[in-house]
């Protein structure tokens, strides 16, 4: 445990306050992923980002804090909240379509699936606070605002669905498949092969989720 104590600032102001705070966060995400959280000290990511560790602290206060930042920083870069925008004049299938896509796509990425095995390491290490952490800014956040999208196309007559939660979380099952777990486990012979069949697979959950819920 380090002997310096965090300090909390009221949060980045000047230009070079904001290139530190991207610096860390870029230093973070890179050995986390390297080296997992356990692997990973305050000391190297000041190191890395070319910065003191009690700047580190200064604006993140934590290890835990500055994970939960680099994996809110990500999936905000990588899924922003107008991803899932859905114009009720629109037809519907258009919309899940382009969701479904960037989803299946991100999801079954290299890097991505380096941040899972690296929380999975930490998880078999005995902190499933980390994988809790991925769970409540990535899965949460992005269910939610898929939720609200297949709402607006209840209210707009373009779906039928009872249970949209349990919708939401068939649809993400249904555009991914078997995809992300081959490319866990390192099962994935040709990447060009892969991509395609990363599309194909989304434009078939699609179809099929719209064949269980599109309006009688």
């Not at 909390?8 to 995400?29: M, V």
């Not at 899932?84 to 991100?106: F, K, M, N």
């Not at 979380?169 to 078997?178: C, E, N, S, Y």
């Amino acid at each position: 445990m380090s002997s310096i104590s965090p300090v909390r600032s009221q949060g980045p102001g000047r230009p070079k306050d904001l290139e530190k705070r991207a610096a860390i966060l870029a230093a973070a995400k890179a050995l986390f992923i390297r080296n997992a959280f356990a692997g990973t000290s305050m000391d190297a990511i000041a190191a890395e980002a070319g910065v003191s560790k009690l700047t580190v602290y200064s604006h993140f206060g934590d290890k835990d804090n500055l994970f939960r930042e680099v994996i809110r920083a990500r999936i905000e870069d990588l899924l922003p909240e107008n991803t899932y925008d859905h114009d009720p004049q629109a037809p519907i299938e258009q919309t899940l379509l382009r969701v479904a896509l960037i989803h299946a796509r991100l999801d079954c990425d290299q890097e991505t699936v380096g941040t899972f095995r690296a929380i999975l390491g930490d998880c078999r290490q005995g902190n499933p606070r980390f994988g809790r952490l991925l769970w409540e800014e990535g899965t949460l956040r992005t269910h939610g605002l898929m939720e609200r999208l297949l709402q607006q196309a209840i209210d707009a007559g373009q779906l039928a669905i009872d249970d949209v939660p349990r919708a939401c979380v068939q649809f993400f099952a249904l555009i991914k498949g078997d995809l992300f777990m081959r490319r866990m486990f390192g099962c994935v012979d040709c990447s060009e092969s892969y991509a395609a069949e990363i599309e194909a697979t989304a434009r078939a959950g699609v179809t099929t989720f719209l064949r269980a819920y599109a309006p009688r």
